[in-house]
């Protein structure tokens, strides 16, 4: 596994291409402005939430897009992974909210079983946008992939998870400002980074020798 190209390659994408900063300007915008609101109602707040995870998930899957191209250092269209998102965007919303309530029940639970839920999934976006896979086909994909490198997964996952916690919460002791500027950055890195691991895997899986 390259572990320099999956975790240091990403930002190499975003400083040669801008367009990686476009996609999460909309649910970085969202999150701004419900911050800036004093005393925001309980129904303004779960609206708010709301269309940030719904734009988050769009723009992601807009970016695991543009990530095959950046991998593949050539350059990215915008317009061609919009048009790509918005043909995959409801299946992937649809196995985004699968995988939500198995987490949610994983967490009532003991909370591992959560965490278990999050990583074995870790790459289902990527093949529902990339693999063109159904709901429970990206999944299972997904799930396979992770059993045969489960620590690595872990890993990455436990990495990108605390990387993002610790920067989001640093950035809102500074300002709202700060805190747009931390997702603009954050969400790009983090899906190319999942999007390269993928790569990786099914490039070593390839070019893996026959048992």
Known sequence: MDVPRILIHPLKCILKDPGYLIPPLLPALVGVLSSMKAHPSREALYISISAQMVLGLFSSTILTHMAQKGYQEEPTSLVA??????????????????IAGAALAGFALLVVPGILVLVFTFFTLQEV???????????????????????????LFLYLTSLTMLLEALAATVSPFASFVVVMVISPYVTLAITFCYLEMKKEAATAPPP
């Open 81 to 98: 992974s919009l048009s790509r998102a918005t043909v995959r965007f409801p299946t992937a919303l649809a196995a985004s909210l699968l």
């Open 129 to 155: 946008v990339l693999a063109g896979k159904g709901i429970g086909e990206s999944i299972r994909g997904s799930v396979a992939m992770v059993k045969g490198n489960f620590l690595f997964t872990l890993s």
